[in-house]
């Protein structure tokens, strides 16, 4: 499955902006293009845990195949649930993860060190997911639901730091992500008090 055409269709649309002669002006971002960049920003966390697992397939490095097997397929499945219309709790469904293409190098059980999993994930998708979370907060200031979808999202990848430690520590060629709820009741409070 390639994610490249999101690069062309980008372009595309900065260059339709450009020819028809579109000002951009300050100030005029609207919350739908936050939630546009937010998922944006996740393609390149989708992109950087793919280059990553590749690189370390290539160096049969077992740790940072299975992290940027696992972070890849979740941030798809992320993004698809942010694309849908929140009208209660947003639910990222679990999904289970191939890991065969990792298993080929795995050096068997052996305890992992969850912080060089997080250096990993920060190598992989740090400044992506740094963007998602940026555009989280912007657009929880104009569409509390669909912010506090993406910032819950956030919290979700950045959580899986310790399941695929303990994966790692005793590899079985399956990961088992788990769904999770993003509570917005925050939201419905806050209209229900305007």
């Known amino acids: 499955m390639s994610r490249f055409p999101i690069k062309a269709s980008f372009t595309a649309l900065l260059a339709s902006f450009v020819l028809s002669g579109c000002d951009l002006q300050k100030g005029t971002v609207s919350p739908e293009d936050y939630i546009f960049l937010a998922r944006s920003s996740l393609d390149g966390v989708w992109l950087g845990a793919m280059i990553g697992r590749n690189e370390a397939i290539r160096s049969k490095n ?101 399941p695929i430690a303990d994966e790692i520590s005793i590899p079985d060629g399956m990961f088992s992500a788990p769904g999770v709820r993003i509570s917005i009741s925050e939201c419905q409070e806050e209209a229900s008090d305007q």
Do not use: N, W
């Open 62 to 162: 077992f740790p940072a195949c299975v992290t940027g097997e696992i972070l890849g397929e979740v941030s798809v499945g992320v993004s698809e649930t942010l694309s849908k219309r929140p009208s209660g709790d947003v639910v990222i469904p679990p999904v289970d993860i191939d890991l065969s293409d990792c298993m080929a190098f795995s050096p068997g059980p052996r305890p992992q060190d969850r912080e060089v999993i997080a250096t990993y994930m920060e190598a992989f998708s740090g400044v992506a997911l740094s963007a998602v979370e940026h555009y989280g907060l912007r657009l929880k200031q104009a569409d509390c639901r669909k912010g506090t979808a993406v910032l819950g999202a956030v919290a979700y990848l950045q959580g899986l730091v310790k």
